[in-house]
């Protein structure tokens, strides 16, 4: 499948950019090479190849949860800029319409 100027202008297009005619022909030029490597890999053999999403095996490594005592208010308020009772005080970001 080969890639012309227009569908790279389309391309563009939908990506809200502008291209110069320079960018135009190297983008052209580019994902016509993407494409084509895209055929070459079609034609590897793979079958009895499972999918897989990375070459080894993941595992998570999270710790059990325990309960543990959590912060008292004017420890997790120490370094608060601003505060109002236990509270972080924050600006008002929301405007009333």
């Known amino acids: 499948m080969a890639i012309t100027v ?20 190297k983008f052209t030029r580019e994902l016509d090479e993407i494409l084509a490597y895209v055929e070459k ?8 190849v499972p999918p897989t999403s ?8 999270f710790r059990e949860d325990e309960v543990q005592p959590s912060l008292k208010p ?6 608060a800029p601003s505060r109002e009772g ?7 970001i929301i405007e009333a319409s």
């Open 54 to 61: 990375h070459v080894e095996a993941l595992a998570n490594v």
């Open 86 to 92: 236990n509270f972080f005080k924050v600006p008002k």
């Open 6 to 25: 227009k569908d790279v202008e389309y391309l563009a297009l939908l990506a809200r950019i502008e291209l110069t005619p320079e960018e135009l022909k």
């Open 41 to 48: 890999l079609k034609e590897a053999k793979t079958q009895g």
């Open 74 to 79: 004017e420890q997790a308020l120490a370094n």
